[in-house]
């Protein structure tokens, strides 16, 4: 009798356990310590699941007293892989490269540099190659900003520097954004303020013609931060709510802590569009660039409302070794209809 609950115990705990980390929007548990960080690896989790099934069965086999209970658990197991394939399935994996440039699109870079640590000569390579309008850099200092603009004039490319820092002591604590000239004068506007912890920058066109455009920088999720962080993620839904809006940076969440920050069917943050999930590679993670893409969190994010259409989408994979945590992330945008 006592094995049996015991047993029932167990099931009904793995059951809850791998029912939140498959869905935790269900009971609003995405914000919740622990949970806010399983899930931002849902591709992980699922390898662990996979792990945890083969050992399972070969207890079930091996331990005889065990297989009632271990065929119940290999059943929640199998549910839990399949659920968190067909969700980053859905999301996708596709990662075709950019489609090629037309007139009037805009294309938009995100980098979190990691305190400059690719340097202000790779930075402006990725932007020129890419062709980049937009160049969101979270934690990268004013001075490599300047830096990197400079590069692209010299290569026929010219952007204006807008830049935040909450203090010279770390280079964390600053974000830079670059846009090209052809959008028009940018000047910082704050609004809104900024994110607490680490900066985000608000830029809007001095001429009033032209999108607004965020680079966004949330701090990350970990214990002593987690109000802030939940706080910052309400301020990006602030700052994106609107008619004419692009937002890309370092956002330290997934699409699964967006389920109560989104203000119409269809959007991710405010009244902006994730460009990933719209057009395909959502679940390319990219953090920390440790782990293969297939596994990595997908938390940069190029972001957009309605009137901006993503054409493509593409994870950066080249520049693991150039001394960031993070992948960059492109997106090429066009005017809705």
């Known amino acids: 009798m006592i094995r049996r609950l015991a047993a029932a115990v167990v ?21 919740l310590p622990i949970v806010a960080q399983v899930i931002a690896l849902r591709a992980v989790a699922g390898l662990v699941a996979v792990g945890l099934l083969v050992v399972v069965t070969i207890l079930a086999i091996v331990v005889r007293p065990f297989r009632r209970l271990g065929a119940s658990l290999m059943v929640m197991l199998v549910v839990f892989i399949a659920v968190t394939g067909a969700v980053l399935a859905t999301r996708g994996f596709g990662d075709g490269g950019l489609d090629a440039s037309v007139d009037g699109d805009i294309t938009v870079l ?20 890419t062709g980049a309008d937009i160049v969101s850099l979270p934690e990268t200092t004013e001075e490599t900003a300047i830096e990197v603009a400079g590069l692209m004039k010299a290569a026929g490319r010219p952007m204006w520097v807008n830049h935040i820092a909450l203090d010279q002591i ?9 846009t090209s000239v052809d ?35 949330p701090v990350a999720p970990i214990p002593d931060y987690l109000d802030s962080w939940r706080s910052d993620l309400e301020w990006l839904r602030a700052a994106c709510t609107g008619d004419d809006i692009i937002m890309a940076g370092d956002f330290n969440s997934t699409i699964d802590h967006y389920a109560r920050l989104a203000n119409a069917p269809g959007a991710a943050i405010g009244d902006c569009v994730d460009a990933a999930q719209s057009t395909g590679p959502a679940a390319v993670g990219t953090w920390p ?25 593409e994870v950066i994979r080249d520049r693991d070794d150039f001394g960031s945590d993070h992948r960059p992330i492109v997106a090429r945008f066009v005017r809705a209809g």
């Not at 770390?170 to 670059?178: F, G, Q, V």
């Open 11 to 31: 099931v009904l705990a793995v059951a809850a356990a791998l029912l939140v980390t498959a869905w935790p929007q269900l009971f609003g548990m995405q914000y």
């Open 170 to 178: 770390s280079k964390a604590r600053s974000t830079s954004l670059l």
């Open 289 to 313: 660039t440790d782990l293969p893409a297939v596994l990595g969190a997908p938390i940069d994010h190029v972001m957009a409302t309605p009137n901006w259409r993503s054409t493509s989408v």
């Open 183 to 217: 959008l028009g004068q940018y000047s910082l506007d704050t609004t809104l303020g900024t994110t607490e912890v680490v900066p985000s920058v608000i830029a809007t066109p001095d001429d009033g013609q032209g999108p607004t455009i965020i680079a966004a920088h």
């Open 110 to 129: 995100a980098w979190n540099t990691l305190g400059d640590a690719p340097g202000a000569e790779a930075i402006a390579e990725l932007a020129i190659e």
